[in-house]
Every structure is written in structure tokens, then in C-alpha cells.
């Protein structure tokens, strides 16, 4: 039966359950030991920017480790330790065009979602820019971390000369 933390830190216990030392987890995240340090003894909060790289690491949900969930933490196949965090690796790699189109269709409500919410409140319309810049945003923050914006922009010029073609 896996422990429980004795929980200071979310980050300290998926290091260990992954068996990695500080250095390793600082050097597969891009920071260094002593942030690493400093996050598991309190001193010092995860950025949001390290939260995004560790979840990309571990397998670990974003929401879980930037509010520092309690308990054993866990990936999409369970409890993390060295066999799951395997299985997250592989598991993308391997992912069939349908299960990719799933995530799109996922993101796609998501979005949906939140500008259907805005339209239902009051002061609609400036909740509505600022909810689409927002999105947009985020958009080219997760393009920029995971060193995607060159294949972005190579995919939509592409969708802008076939669709100018298309017409």
C-alpha cells in the first residue's frame, strides 16, 4: 500500500516517487537544485511556469501540483512511481490520430465552454474580448514552453494558403 506524504511538498514527493535526486528533477525541468531546494522546504512557490514543466515531466495533473495536493501523487495510470511515469512516457507517443482529435475536440469544449459562460453574465461583451485574449494568450504561452511556436506557425501558414486555394 503506497505512504502517505508526510507532505510539505507536492514536488518532493513526486521526485521520490520517481527516484529522482534534486539535481535530476532541476536538470528535466530547467532550473536548478537550490529552486528545487528552496520549493520542497516552503521557501519558495513553484512558478507557474515550473508547475507546466513538471506536470510535462511527471505526469502529474497542473492543478494538483500548483495547489500542492496532499497524497500519493498520481498520473493517468495511477499512483506515480517509476512503472506509470513509463507508461506516461510511451503512452503520447503512441497516442492514434482519433485519441489525438479527442484532445482537440476536449480543448475545443473547454473553450466553449467558457465563452458560453460569459455570454450568460452580465457585462457580456468585454468578458468576452478579454475571455478570447486570454485564450489566445495562454495559447502562445504553451506554444512558447514546449518549444512549439515554430511548428505553429509553419502549420497555420500552410492552413492559410490551402484554405486561400480551397475557395
Known amino acids: 500500500m503506497p505512504r502517505s506524504p508526510s ?6 514527493e513526486i521526485r521520490k516517487c520517481l527516484r529522482w535526486t534534486q539535481f535530476e528533477l532541476a536538470r528535466r525541468i530547467g532550473t536548478t537544485m537550490t529552486t528545487i531546494n528552496r520549493i520542497e522546504n516552503g521557501s519558495l512557490k513553484i512558478s507557474r511556469k ?11 495533473s497542473y492543478k494538483d501540483i500548483v495547489e500542492n495536493k ?12 517509476p512503472e506509470t511515469h513509463k507508461l ?6 503512441e497516442w ?8 482537440v475536440d476536449n480543448a475545443k469544449y473547454l473553450a466553449e465552454t467558457l465563452h458560453r459562460a ?3 453574465t ?5 468578458k468576452i474580448w478579454s475571455l ?3 485564450i489566445q494568450l495562454a495559447f502562445e504561452e504553451v506554444a512558447e514552453e514546449f518549444g512549439l511556436t515554430r511548428a505553429v506557425t509553419r502549420i497555420r501558414t500552410i492552413n492559410t494558403v490551402v484554405g486561400f486555394f480551397a475557395l
Request: proline share 2%; with cysteine; glycine share 8%.
Open 50 to 60: 515550473l508547475a507546466w514543466r513538471l506536470c510535462w515531466a511527471s505526469g502529474v
Open 118 to 120: 460569459a455570454r450568460e
Open 96 to 103: 492514434t490520430d482519433e485519441q489525438l482529435a479527442s484532445l
Open 132 to 134: 478570447d485574449a486570454a
Open 7 to 12: 507532505h510539505r511538498s507536492i514536488v518532493r
Open 122 to 126: 452580465e457585462k457580456n461583451e468585454k
Open 88 to 93: 506516461f512516457e510511451k503512452g503520447a507517443s
Open 70 to 81: 496532499s497524497g500519493v501523487p498520481r498520473n493517468r495510470y495511477g499512483n506515480l512511481n
